[in-house]
């Protein structure tokens, strides 16, 4: 069957197989001991039992796409786009799900179009990064890559789902870099963020400023457009307060929670610390495989999904953890080794954007159960529990081992 497609088993990347396996592998056991209850057992079934039939579903869907020629995947990415754009305007209306408006719910299934937003902005900006008309030193080019992340990014943040926001602007600056944007281009990009994160403390904006002003002099551009990006920049830290009230109340807890300023000892705060207490618990060799008290009383909220990591922190101490972290940076090595040695460009971007959206996630949901970032609501990879994530992630996968499998295709 592969032969059809002109490639074979030995094209297809071993390494990365093995460690999806592995982290799907200590999900379901961390899954399992999550939901277990010494009273029934129907939520282990349940739960397990779906976790295993997603993950199947997706090893499916990510070996159609290993199959499915590049070229395809290239011209239906302007296609895929346009159809999720149309999801995530649909989904504000007829929409559900716990007050927000995130989910098709289809009798059992809970469809979330920002997942698909994931995977339908990275090939499309892929595709048009990858045209041979591109000039990274147009405005136009540059402006056309940003309004094609921040059309789902808005409509996303509409529902609202911060958490998925996040990952879906954080696709921009990798897959420009990588596409040739030059890095001072970049710190222009990048200094109004920093600006923002930097403006509700004088002495943080103070520092980011010299930063701002040092980077500019050693660039020796011309002045106007030095005055300019630093006008930009002192604009944006104008415009903050009128940013954050903008946001909704439960966003506002989350960052002031995070950064110290609020406590929230029965919210987020209350999440963060039982998640803290749970890994810190689990020392180097663990509590052991269902012997995790924080996870067994349950103290720890959300601990099949959001908060996975502090189960297996705790059952399985730190030598778990560092398996766990190790698997993920073999995965993303292999993956960026594709990228480096392909041949054809939007094959390389895919995998970058494919690489980007995946570290995120592990990025931020482990700082999160630590206490080192705010608690967005971003699932781990092939670990968490749920149907949607776990088939994007699958679908990443698929993507990234059709690119190895073609790498010295042009």
């Excluded at 209850?37 to 039939?53: G, L, R």
């Excluded at 030193?137 to 094609?148: E, M, P, R």
């Excluded at 002045?223 to 903050?240: D, K, Q, R, S």
């Excluded at 149907?387 to 042009?410: D, E, P, V």
């Amino acid at each position: 069957m592969l032969a059809r497609t002109n490639i074979s088993w030995k094209d297809i990347d071993k390494a990365i197989i093995i460690c999806v396996l592995l982290l799907a592998s200590a999900g379901l056991m961390a899954i399992y001991s999550a939901t277990s209850s010494p009273v029934t057992s129907a939520v282990i079934k349940n739960s397990f039992s779906k976790q295993i039939i997603w993950f199947l579903m997706g090893a499916m869907i990510a070996s159609a796409i290993v199959l499915t020629p590049a070229k395809y995947l290239r011209s239906s990415a302007y296609w895929l786009y346009g159809v999720c754009l149309v999801l995530l305007v649909l989904v504000l209306f007829i929409g559900g799900g716990k007050g927000v408006h995130r989910w098709f719910i289809i009798g059992p299934i809970y469809l979330q179009p920002a997942e698909i937003a994931k995977i339908a902005t990275l090939l499309a900006l892929a595709r048009y990064l990858s045209d041979e008309a591109r000039d990274l030193k147009s405005l136009k080019d540059i402006g056309v890559c940003f309004a094609l992340v921040l059309a789902p990014t808005a409509l996303i943040l509409k529902e609202p789902d911060l958490g998925t926001a996040i990952v879906v602007v954080s696709l921009l600056l990798p897959v420009l870099f990588w596409a040739g944007l030059s890095p001072f281009i970049v710190f222009i990009i990048v200094s109004p963020v920093l600006t923002v994160i930097s403006a509700f403390n004088v002495f943080t904006f103070g520092a980011v400023m010299l930063l701002i002003i040092a980077v500019l002099v050693l660039s020796k551009r011309k002045l106007p457009v030095l005055l300019a990006i630093f006008i930009l920049n002192v604009g944006v830290g104008a415009l903050t307060p009128k940013l954050w009230h903008g946001l909704k109340d439960y966003q506002k807890t989350r960052i002031l929670t995070f950064v110290g300023i609020q406590e929230d000892p029965r919210g987020t705060g209350y999440q963060v610390a039982q998640s803290q207490v749970a890994i810190g618990s689990g020392g180097f060799w663990g509590k052991g495989w269902l012997r995790g008290t924080q996870t067994k009383l349950r103290f720890l909220p959300e601990q099949h999904t959001d908060f996975i990591f502090a189960v297996i922190g705790e059952e399985f101490g730190f030598w778990g953890v560092m398996i766990v972290l190790i698997t993920f940076f073999v995965l993303f090595w292999r993956a960026l080794g594709i990228a480096i040695s392909a041949k054809n460009k939007f094959l390389v971007l895919m995998v970058v954007g494919c690489v980007t959206v995946l570290g995120v996630h592990v990025i931020v949901n482990t700082g999160m159960t630590v206490g080192i970032m705010p608690v967005t609501g971003i699932p781990l990879p092939f670990l968490s529990y749920g149907g949607s994530s776990l088939w994007m992630c699958m679908t990443l996968i698929g993507l990234i081992l059709n690119a190895g499998a073609r790498r010295f295709q042009y």
